[in-house]
């Protein structure tokens, strides 16, 4: 196949305006938006949120800005509103163990309905116990239960009186106490001087009488204290009789308000049996007392905060499924927390003080995640590896451990959960998880894969226009007119630097709309039109191409040596391309060589002193054997050869200069001279065909800005790879060059029809040639001349490696 010059309308898609069906965006507002160009990620997602099995949670990935994040999160909406609304979640107080509270799932909205409940039945008990203890008949039943035990008690005292009164001493009852003294035969009291004043008998016999009344005392107390704690009891059984009356009504019609499951309904019944007790061992709080009344108020408010709930997750104003975008995780976001308070130097908590964090909150619907948010902290991503084991989630608060200060700890009881992961992450990520945990991998079963970029039809057009009026529509811009539209989605061919297929990310285009809409305000349009396009597309490269620009300048002003007119030996224009991120361009790069006898072969210079990369060594090492088959009937080769990018300090990467230093390769081999008006960029393979490389466009550009700035005469151009035909959408200004014979793109697919192109010679063989069945080039060409020299070279080895004459010194014997 012969050299070809593409013509200027190959150089770039052009889009009809009025194939687009409107006038202007305005008038595809109301149709609804769709996953452009996605939809193998469309049907994947779908499938993946549909699915109630446990482990089918969707791993997302593609390039940022592909609407990745956005689309799922309208397809988990818009699933989530045909789900059922998940129960709400509370704890309660273990009256057992404290530290351990219970968790409680209740329908959705019997959470708020139970709290009131609950919130009633403090304000009931606060008020009717004290009441109810107040009443004539259980006041009239105390004082017979009281009246009893007086009475009881008044008999014992009595014996115990006129037992004391036997022995000459009066006896009675101080504070619990019994105090009694010594009378004399009068009834008069006895002072101590007065008793040691007795005769020794007489107070030997006191002594014996007083012993004797002490032992009667404790016979009384005795009879007397079981007598008390009868009546102690009957008081207390009338007590809790009375007031578990009044609580029966109460705490039954409790459950009967809620939707318990079974699992649940049982758990809160054994609560509310718990609470009962409770309130029942603690009465005593609830009768009114005139003294420390504050005390007690404080008291009973402490005890009616046991009853109530702590509402963690509450969802009765949800319709469908809970949706939750986690923008900032961490453990305490993600998996709840507890709060501590510090009272008196010690950190204090309770039930109340839980809080729930994005996965309880999310159980039964879906939580959207970005991977690289939760590598940061590891003990997070472990935590949720471990939560996907088990489905388990146990609130806890590890900073605790950490203090000085002494705090009161709480483990909640682990709670069941069910949420569908949605984690956005890179492809790189996604295989890297699949390699080196293929167990967690396994919970991910749904791999949501959002392309690059897709193939452009009318229908993606259409598709595309729509997105465009909804973003005007939602940014308040104005509209964009078809040809502005047209030229909108142009850009979009250029971002995937293909005529064929548009990008994906989105991003990108919703920029433009918004730089666009800028662009029509300045001069107080009505409609974004074409040139407001144009003014944002250059707007936005001139607030990036600083670097591109500074490159440029060093080429015209001679810092940067390139050559671009008449013809060189062994020396070539590459073209590479920069990619700062922000901003991607192309420059000239000069690749030179040299040939001379040896037997070392081919020496890159980059990769003697660590400035390539792989790729480029691969296609340094194609390049070697591709010159060794080419020459493989004078094999070995006696060549010694180096090839160099001449300025080049920032490192070498990628193949797309193989060819251009092949040539140059060939031609400092050859002698023959290269156009050096002429760029060239492509791949080479083994058997000497041209494949595609990236950058198409901007590499052509930094060359045609670099020629430009010299003055086209005619004789510049580019050689390229002919099946990156489809992949150029060059600037107007290229194209306008070209069309004006200012500037050639050439296309090649073999090496020998670049080389004829840049040397006007032929070059010794076609693309249908088999070197295996090479005997020798013609003369005239420039593997001839190549196969001339490198003859010339072995030559010259050969002969410096003709063994020299040696005298030879002879020993007595042999002379």
Request: charged share 25%.
């Amino acid at each position: 196949m012969l050299i070809i010059e593409l013509t200027p309308h190959e150089l770039r898609l052009t889009i009809d305006p009025d194939s687009l069906g409107f006038i202007d965006t305005s008038e595809l507002v109301g149709q609804p938006l769709s996953w452009i160009g996605q939809e193998r990620a469309e049907k994947a997602a779908y499938f993946g949120l549909e699915m109630e099995q446990p482990d089918y949670n969707l791993f997302v990935l593609g390039e940022v800005g592909s609407g990745r994040s956005s689309l799922l999160r309208q397809a988990m909406a818009k699933v989530a509103l045909n789900k059922p609304v998940p129960p709400d979640l509370c704890f309660l107080h273990h009256f057992e163990v404290p530290e351990k509270p219970l968790a409680l799932r209740l329908p959705a909205g019997q959470g708020r309905l139970l709290r009131q409940k609950l919130t009633e039945l403090a304000k009931y008990l606060q008020a009717e116990i004290p009441r109810c203890l107040e009443e004539s008949d259980f006041k009239a039943e105390s004082k017979r239960i009281e009246k009893n035990f007086k009475l009881e008690e008044a008999k014992a005292f009595a014996e115990l009186d006129v037992f004391a009164e036997k022995h000459h001493f009066a006896i009675q009852r101080e504070a619990g106490r019994m105090v009694f003294t010594l009378l004399d035969k009068s009834g008069k009291i006895l002072t101590e001087p007065e008793v040691l004043a007795l005769p020794k008998e007489r107070r030997a016999e006191i002594e014996q009488a007083e012993q004797a009344l002490q032992a009667e005392i404790t016979r009384y107390f005795e009879k007397v204290r079981p007598l008390e704690r009868i009546k102690d009891e009957a008081l207390m059984t009338l007590e809790r009789n009375k007031v578990k009356l009044l609580l029966k009504s109460e705490l039954k019609a409790i459950p009967g308000a809620l939707k318990l499951s079974a699992e649940d309904g049982n758990k809160f019944n054994h609560y509310l049996a718990k609470m009962e007790e409770d309130i029942l061992n603690n009465i005593a709080l609830f009768r009114i007392s005139v003294s420390d009344e504050e005390k007690r108020k404080e008291e009973i408010k402490s005890l009616l905060a046991r009853y109530q709930i702590n509402l963690a997750v509450d969802n009765h104003d949800l319709k469908g499924a809970p949706v939750i975008i986690e923008e900032s995780p961490s453990i305490r976001s993600m998996f709840g927390s507890i709060e501590y308070q510090s009272v008196e130097g010690v950190l204090e908590t309770d039930f109340t003080r839980i809080r729930a964090g994005s996965l309880l909150k999310a159980h039964g619907g879906f939580l959207m995640l970005h991977l690289d948010d939760l590598l940061v902290d590891g003990l997070l991503w472990e935590k949720l590896c471990r939560l996907l084991r088990s489905n388990l989630l146990q609130i806890e608060e590890p900073g605790t451990a950490l203090t000085q200060i002494p705090a009161v700890s709480l483990e909640p009881e682990a709670v069941r959960i069910r949420v569908k992961i949605i984690l956005i992450g890179s492809r790189e990520q996604y295989y890297l998880l699949q390699e080196e945990n293929p167990e967690l991998a396994r919970r991910f079963r749904v791999k949501v894969d959002f392309a690059d970029s897709f193939v452009s039809n009318e229908q993606s057009r259409h598709a595309s226009s729509i997105f465009v009026a909804h973003a005007c529509h939602e940014a308040g811009l104005p509209h964009f007119t078809a040809a502005a539209a047209a030229r909108l989605l142009e850009d979009c061919h250029r971002a995937a630097n293909d005529q064929s297929r548009q990008s994906a990310i989105f991003s990108r285009t919703e920029t433009l709309v918004l730089e666009s809409a800028a662009q029509c305000k300045v001069h107080t349009g009505c409609l974004v039109d074409v040139a407001d396009v144009e003014n944002a597309l250059q707007a936005r490269i001139h607030r990036h191409n600083y670097p591109d620009q500074c490159l440029q300048e060093s080429i015209a002003d001679g810092d940067v040596s390139i050559v671009i007119k008449g013809e060189k030996v062994g020396q070539i224009n590459g073209l590479t391309q920069i990619d700062l991120g922000d901003h991607c361009f192309g420059a000239p790069v000069r690749i030179t060589a040299h040939t001379f006898a040896g037997e070392n072969g081919v020496l890159n210079i980059e990769r003697e002193v660590g400035l390539s990369g792989p790729i480029h060594d691969k296609g340094m090492f194609i390049l070697q054997n591709y010159l060794s088959a080419l020459f493989a009937h004078i094999a070995p080769l006696a060549l010694n050869a180096s090839i160099v990018f001449e300025q080049e300090y920032n490192g070498i990467e990628g193949d797309s200069a193989s060819c251009a230093e092949l040539y140059a390769l060939l031609s400092a081999l050859s002698g023959v001279p290269l156009r050096q008006g002429i760029a060239v960029t492509g791949a080479i393979n083994q058997y000497g065909e041209i494949l595609p490389v990236g950058g198409i466009n901007e590499k052509i550009e930094g060359f045609f800005n670099v020629c430009e700035k010299a003055g086209l005469d005619g004789t510049h151009g580019v050689l390229i790879p002919h099946r990156n035909r489809r992949h150029l959408m060059l600037s107007h200004h290229v194209i306008e060059a070209v069309s004006h014979g200012l500037f050639h793109i050439y296309t090649a697919e073999h090496m020998s029809e670049g080389i004829e192109l840049l040397t006007d010679f032929p070059a010794g063989i076609t693309a249908e040639d088999n070197l295996n069945e090479v005997i020798y080039y013609p003369h005239d060409s420039v593997l001839g001349y190549a196969q001339k020299a490198l003859r010339t070279y072995r030559l010259a080895c050969q002969l410096t490696q003709h063994p020299k004459t040696e005298r030879r010194r002879f020993g007595p014997a042999e002379r």
